[in-house]
């Protein structure tokens, strides 16, 4: 039995039609991963900007920190001094919230560990202005670091530096590139890229992030102890990421493995111990003669 006469034209038609369906979806993928890329600081900061919180929390004492970027931007935290500190922290929030969803950590850093403590608001949390971005938020942490150092008369290198999930390649940043007397990090990664091909697979992350915080990259710079607690139930930032950042850390060092903790899980008992014994470990600190 003969084909069809038009059985030539029949296939050419199906494949200008499969490859104009192509080209639509290669399009398609193209806009998507582009509108992806401008709208990045959308898919990686979440604030939550006054007056939503619990702005008078029960269990801790305050004051209210204001200072600015040197861009200018103002900025806000909260500050729990210490009569008898083991030493001074920074506390580099996580990237959803402000500082009030961190209460019941400042209050256990404080009376639990015995620190003085500032958390700040990156700029567009909380009560600080402005909308975050990658290179805001660590210019917001070097402005908090000095009013700390300010306020406490001492060095900036003598500040411990905290860091909690994105606020941990803060934490990171700062040591690595000006010193820290010690730094402690709470469930982290060794590469924002990393994390977010986790969850984005079907964008090409690694290629369009302008945002990439190379914690890994950075933190052979920093000479100094570390603590590093990570969760094995952690679904957010798997613990791999977490390890492969303490593999490029220099020592001393301590990795906390933390049984069945998930990202936002309040941290342990054993951590605030294992924390109180670190700072203990880094010594006193001299206050800088006031001139």
Not at 70 to 77: F, I, M, Q, S, Y
Not at 93 to 102: E, I, K, Q
Not at 122 to 133: F, H, L, M, N, T
Not at 168 to 184: E, F, H, I, K
Request: hydrophobic share 45%; proline share 7%.
């Amino acid at each position: 039995m003969k084909p069809p006469q038009n059985a030539p034209g029949i296939k050419r038609g199906y494949w200008k039609r499969a490859a104009r369906l192509a080209l639509a979806l290669v399009i398609g993928y193209i806009v998507v991963a582009v509108v992806a890329m401008l709208l990045e600081n959308y898919l990686l900061f979440f604030p939550v900007s006054y007056p939503n919180g619990e702005w008078r929390p029960a269990g801790i004492e305050f004051e209210d920190a204001w200072f600015q970027a040197d861009d200018g931007t103002k900025l806000h935290g909260w500050y729990l001094p210490h009569p008898n500190p083991r030493a001074t922290l920074l506390f580099c929030h996580g990237n959803g919230g402000n500082v009030t969803h961190r209460a019941m950590a400042l209050e256990a850093l404080h009376k639990s560990a015995g620190a003085s403590v500032l958390i700040f608001d990156y700029r567009g949390y909380g009560r600080s202005e402005g909308k975050p971005s990658g290179a805001g938020i660590l210019a917001d942490a070097r402005a908090a670091r000095a009013w700390l150092a300010e306020r406490e008369n001492i060095d900036e290198t003598d500040i411990v530096l905290l860091g909690e999930s994105i606020g941990g390649a803060v934490a990171v940043d700062l040591a690595a590139r000006d010193g820290a007397r010690g730094l402690v990090l709470e469930s982290t990664f060794d590469e924002l890229t990393e994390v977010a091909a986790q969850h984005y697979p079907w964008l090409p992350v690694r290629w369009l992030m302008r945002t990439r915080f190379d914690s890994a990259g950075l933190i052979g710079q920093y000479r100094g102890p570390l603590l590093q607690a990570h969760g094995d139930a952690d679904t957010l930032v798997p613990i791999r990421y977490g390890r492969r950042l303490f593999e490029a850390a220099n020592g001393p060092k301590r990795f906390l493995l933390l049984p069945g903790h998930d990202h936002n899980h309040f941290m342990p008992r054993e951590y605030y111990q294992a924390l109180a014994s670190f700072l203990d470990e880094l010594g006193p600190v001299g206050r800088v003669p006031r001139t």
